[in-house]
């Protein structure tokens, strides 16, 4: 049984696993946790009052910070919540959702009790997510209720629904048991959303706000120690060659390649405007709170910062046009 380990020692872990048994045969035990190392241990070093999350929505006006205390009340609720509907180590969880503080605290959560996440594009179609969740056999999908890129409106809930049933009616025949939805007023009322909340659907569709609201903020179970080589998420391919094919990220190397990407991106701070085109994303997220560096999230439709109070860089000028 391999008792759980710092960050330090899943890297030297990780660092022999990339080299040929011949020269190390011995490969050391140890096991790690991504959100751990990304939450919980930044708040007991007493930095729960710095920034993790700079979030600007589709409108300037909505904006919002989220420090590293208020993170982890966030992600230890979402872990409760896929406890609480059987998710553990291992387990595949479809992450179907827009450019919001919400999706890293769920990509995080699944971290905290070892389940393998995936990402999917918000602008994929029905049958591309149905594709990716059918794959990956997931029976818990995250989605929001609809979203706007600039002034169009796009229904996510909608598109889960389509692609739940084409998963229902494919030839490999996979249900979807539980869809947690994030309300988003600004983008359609609740009243809109086709929810199967009722006892006849077997309460598929739960409201996130209204199902985070009744788990506690502290850990029902504790953090899920996994080995330094466990399946940390799955990146699928855009499928334009064939079926899309998932790959598979894992734990502790993931953890190593980010502290390298930050070391470096620091070291070449003063050249980053030129070599780094700022622009966010959910990919920097585990890199940066590792550091712990703020990560900027935006749902604008060119996903940059148009709020110079929210960016850690001066937003860039547009050159003017040349009329003649």
Same mark, same amino acid.
């Given at each position: ?12 872990s ?21 959100? !751990?190392n ?17 979030? #600007? ?5 909505a ?32 992450? !179907?959702?827009p ?42 999908v ?7 890129r ?16 084409k998963?229902?009616?494919?030839? #490999? ?9 994030l309300?988003?007023? #600004? ?30 903020? #502290? ?10 080589e ?5 990146? !699928?391919t ?15 190397? !993931? ?6 990407f ?49 960016t ?13």
């Amino acid at each position: 049984m391999f008792q759980p380990r710092p960050f330090l020692l899943a890297r030297v872990s990780s660092f022999f696993f990339l080299l040929s048994p011949s020269f190390f045969p011995l490969r050391l035990p140890s096991e790690t946790n991504v959100c !751990y190392n990304c939450v919980d241990r930044h708040v007991e070093a007493g930095l729960g009052d710095r920034v993790a999350f700079l979030f #600007e929505g589709n409108d300037l006006d909505a904006s919002s910070t989220t420090t590293y205390a208020q993170l982890k009340d966030q992600v230890v609720k979402i872990a409760n919540w896929l406890r609480a509907n059987g998710v553990g180590k291992g387990d595949d969880v479809t992450l !179907y959702m827009p450019m919001v503080p919400e999706l890293p605290a769920a990509m995080l959560a699944c971290a905290r009790v070892g389940a393998v996440h995936s990402v999917v594009f918000g602008g994929f179609s029905a049958d591309a997510l149905a594709a990716r969740i059918s794959d990956s056999k997931s029976r818990i999908v995250l989605t929001a209720s609809a979203v706007r890129r600039g002034a169009k409106p796009i229904p996510l809930k909608t598109v889960v629904d389509a692609a739940i049933s084409k998963c229902a009616m494919g030839a #490999e025949s996979h249900k979807v048991e539980r869809v947690l939805v994030l309300d988003k007023p #600004e983008a359609a009322a609740r009243s809109e959303i086709p929810m199967m909340s009722s006892d006849e659907d077997g309460g598929r569709d739960q409201w996130w706000q209204d199902s985070l609201a009744q788990q506690p903020s #502290e850990d029902t179970r504790p953090i899920e120690w996994v080995e330094a080589e466990h399946p940390l998420f799955k990146l !699928y391919t855009s499928g334009s060659t064939g079926k899309p094919k998932g790959v598979i990220h894992s734990t502790a190397g !993931y953890m190593v390649s980010s502290k390298i990407f930050v070391f470096f991106s620091n070291f070449c701070f003063l050249f980053r405007p030129f070599l780094f085109p700022f622009r966010p994303s959910p990919a920097p997220s585990f890199p940066s709170i590792l550091s712990p560096t703020p990560v900027p999230l935006s749902s604008a439709p060119d996903k940059t910062f148009r709020n110079s109070k929210l960016t850690p860089n001066p937003p860039r000028k547009t050159p003017p046009k040349n009329d003649k």
